[in-house]
């Protein structure tokens, strides 16, 4: 016994020379390329002198590094997460101009933005050559993770021998391109899971489900962690009540529509009991939660800092180096992508230029290592469940389009996130069950806009005998992704006043959620019916049920409480549509289950006067949307309705009769029964007691 210890601690202070050595050439490199950085002074040109400053300099600022540096994060824990990542760079230039000063033989001399330089290189080497010795020793390994993990069980009863359980969200991932993509290799994690390698047996099971007529992160997500979207009729609406549109990435509308579900369901959440929220727009619950939008909307306190987010990312400055780098390099792709698609001329193509480009850098770089780092630190803590969310192939998808060359990349390394996760499971205190999870798909099509050359809004105003502008304008676009930059700000930008809190008058409100329309009379008090939208507009309702672009409508009736209306006339209350097997009229395009996700949305208390779905083709699921994106959700129509649940086969099936699961309150239903499954599931704690750590 005595033995193997002596080897291990001989092995760890091998693999330390061998860091502390690569990081004394690399600084050595450094000096004779960077003019500005000098380890030691003019007349100090001895090879040899300069080598043992580079070594007691590299030394010293190892061991700032490793006793300084979590201590310098500890005391940021307050700052953005984005902030804290640019910070990082500056502090570890600070603590290399100190390593130089305290070096006891002289002292090196180096420009402000060349320490920075300097520090950055040597962590990334650092940091690249101590995980490459340790990945060759399982039990080095083990400790790196540890390292690079938060710890707060110090003190915290043993972890249990029962199965934890890991849900990881792929945000907009269909089913259908999942099973593509793992057929085609693009996912291999996902191929051998399913057993389409041919190596093994399968290891999990995929399921398709079919979303609510709300086929967004929004209405899915509350209703998958919380039990409940009752009364989430789309991305955004207007409630008349309040005077107010919600809009489900606006932090103070996810802080209402959490409490909302809570009071619904009596219960906190899935993740009540010893769970983690990582990256969502809602808490589910957890005890612990980092980059989770509805509590970005309190005043930061201890009780609602996001330290297990990125505490355990920054902690090692080679990661912010190492994201910084990636960050760029997307930015500089996205760029590329882009001017090609316009050289070429692409259809449809949507325009991707301003802010958009850090934005997608942003999600498929930022948010997706701090989130995986999370769930890293979890596992390693041995939490009971946790849920994350990773939305990079959402906002690509959008601007791309779902079946695009740069969506299938983005799939390319989400699946080495879900290696990466999986590999890092094996070394939990506690065996854990990995279940692979999406909110919606997408579906591809021509804008709204672009095909037509007006807006929803052009429409409705011209239906109701209102002026039209000349230029059909851009309508605001919601993607989830950037929910995922307020978060990590910590500074929400909210939508501007006018956005969310129009003035209450004759004019209509019309808002978009993909290819869902809402069109709201602020002035009326109540949903509207379709005999007083006729008195009032008599050319709207058959204005926008004839064009072309419109699938179908939604609206309240005196004499049938609720109607479908479609082109030519047709006229369906929702009591008739199942009746109507051989010719469900306007439906007919939009699958099963369109009838009932209909009916649902109709019998919520804030629907709009006026629900708006656009055109579907079945042939090539192609859908418009209102909103300026190539590849959309939010109502009905193709791929967008159909998501995915990808789970251990050693859970029982999701359903017992071979069915397709209907609705995100369903799907809360399953993972809470698989949560049981691992007989670790205790009682939800009650509303109210979750905090964020």
Excluded at 64 to 82: E, N, Y
Excluded at 243 to 264: D, I, K, T
């Amino acid at each position: 016994m005595g033995g193997v210890r002596w080897r291990r601690i001989a092995s760890q202070i091998g693999r330390s020379v061998t860091v502390w050595a690569v990081a004394t050439l690399t600084m050595l490199v450094l000096a004779g390329l960077l003019p500005d950085f000098r380890l030691r002074s003019a007349d100090g040109d001895s090879a040899t002198d300069i080598a043992v400053t580079a070594g007691l300099g590299a030394g010293a600022f190892g061991l700032l590094s490793a006793l300084v540096w979590p201590l310098l994060v500890r005391l940021l824990l307050l700052v953005p997460a984005l902030v804290l990542g640019l910070l990082v760079f500056f502090l570890n230039g600070a603590l290399l101009l100190l390593a130089l000063r305290l070096n006891p033989i002289e002292s090196g001399t180096a420009a402000w933005e060349t320490a920075v330089v300097v520090a950055a290189v040597m962590s990334a080497v650092a940091s690249a050559t101590g995980g490459a010795l340790a990945v060759r020793d399982d039990d080095a390994y083990r400790r790196r993770l540890y390292r690079l993990a938060y710890r707060r069980r110090g003190s915290a009863p043993p972890v249990p021998a029962t199965h934890g359980t890991v849900f990881l969200q792929l945000d907009g991932v269909g089913h259908d391109v999942l099973l593509h993509a793992a057929d085609r290799g693009l996912m291999p994690t996902v191929a051998r899971w399913l057993g389409a390698d041919g190596a093994r047996r399968p290891s999990h099971r995929l399921t398709p489900w079919r979303t609510d007529w709300s086929s967004q992160t929004g209405a899915s997500q509350l209703g998958i962690l919380h039990g409940s979207n009752h009364d989430v009729p789309a991305f955004r609406w207007y409630e008349k009540d309040r005077r107010e549109v919600m809009v489900c990435n606006r932090p103070a509308s996810a802080v209402e529509l959490q409490r909302r579900a809570v009071r619904h369901t009596g219960h906190a959440g899935l993740l009540a009991a010893d769970g983690a929220s990582r990256g969502n727009l809602f808490s589910g619950g957890a005890g612990e939660q980092a980059l989770v939008l509805s509590i970005t909307a309190r005043r930061r306190t201890r009780e609602n800092r996001s330290r297990s987010g990125y505490f355990a990312y920054f902690s090692d400055p080679a990661n912010a180096v190492r994201t910084a780098l990636s960050f760029g390099a997307e930015v500089v792709r996205e760029i590329v992508q882009s001017t090609r698609a316009r050289w070429t001329k692409q259809f449809p193509r949507v325009s991707r230029g301003g802010l958009y480009p850090f934005v997608r850098a942003f999600a498929t770089v930022v948010q997706r290592d701090v989130v995986v780092a999370a769930v890293m630190g979890d596992l390693l803590a041995g939490r009971t469940s946790v849920y994350a969310d990773l939305v990079a192939y959402d906002e690509v998808a959008h601007h791309s389009g779902p079946a695009s060359r740069d969506a299938e990349k983005v799939l390319k390394r989400l699946d080495r996130s879900l290696a990466l996760i999986e590999h890092v499971a094996e070394h939990a205190p506690r065996p854990y069950r990995i279940v692979v999870l999406s909110d919606h798909g997408q579906s591809p099509g021509e804008t709204f806009r672009a095909r037509y050359g007006l807006t929803l809004g052009d429409l409705v105003r011209a239906g109701c005998g209102l002026p039209v502008p000349r230029r059909a304008r851009r309508t605001h676009s919601g993607a989830e992704a950037r929910a995922a930059v307020r978060t990590a700000l910590h500074r929400p930008v909210e939508e501007s006043v006018e956005q969310y809190r129009p003035p209450r008058g004759s004019e209509p409100v019309v808002l978009a959620s993909g290819n869902l329309g809402l069109v709201s009379f602020p002035d009326v008090p109540h949903r509207m019916t379709k005999e007083e939208i006729d008195a009032r507009h008599p050319a709207l309702l058959p204005t926008l049920a004839n064009h072309p672009g419109i699938g179908f409508l939604l609206v309240r009736s005196e004499r049938h409480g609720g109607v479908v209306l479609g082109a030519h006339g047709a006229e369906i209350p929702l009591d008739a549509l199942d009746a109507l097997d051989d010719d469900p009229g306007p439906l007919a395009a939009f699958g099963p289950g369109a009838a009932d996700a209909v009916r649902r949305t109709h019998s919520f208390p804030h629907t709009a006067d006026i629900m708006v779905n656009s055109f579907h083709d079945p042939a090539t699921g192609e859908v418009h949307a209102f909103e300026e994106q190539i590849g959309s959700h939010g109502g009905l129509g193709g791929a967008q309705s159909r998501a995915f649940l990808l789970s251990p086969v050693a859970l029982s099936p999701p359903v017992a009769d071979g069915t397709e699961p209907a609705g995100a309150e369903h799907i809360h239903r399953v993972l809470r029964r698989w949560l049981a499954e691992s007989g670790d599931f205790a009682r939800p704690t009650r509303p109210g007691q979750e905090r964020a750590a």
